[in-house]
């Protein structure tokens, strides 16, 4: 399996977003928060990944931006472990978005360990 994080994977409707905060369930994992939908989308990609960083706790974005790389790289190394993804049974597309909830900047192991067990949740939840 390739662990690339391609253009298509990404979320970037509005109107897909708008509906992930209206309708979608939330889960957390400090410093992590994953908002999902399960949704019709119109790429090949099972599911379409967004991350975001509050300004209020990081005002420059040069902070806001490494922390959304270090979640993007979290999130490209650790999703090959979802079902969704592996399992030709589970043909049901979802959306995602994980959400920077600490006001600290923390390294990128910690990060690491935070998606895979917010992952591993979201796993729990829909088996």
Known sequence: MKYTFKKGER???RKLIG?????????????????????????DFKIQASFTVSK?????????NRIKRIMREAYRL???????LVDDKHT??????????????LAYQDVAIQMKSLLQKFVDKIN
């Open 92 to 105: 049901k597309k979802h959306i995602f978005m994980f959400i920077y909830i600490s006001n600290e900047k």
């Open 78 to 84: 650790e999703r090959h472990s979802l079902p969704v």
């Open 19 to 43: 509906q992930l905060f209206t309708k979608g369930e939330r889960l957390k994992s400090f410093p992590l928060q994953l908002v999902y939908l399960q949704v019709e989308h119109d790429t």
């Open 56 to 64: 209020r706790y990081f005002k420059k974005a040069v902070d806001r």
């Open 11 to 13: 979320l970037k409707s």
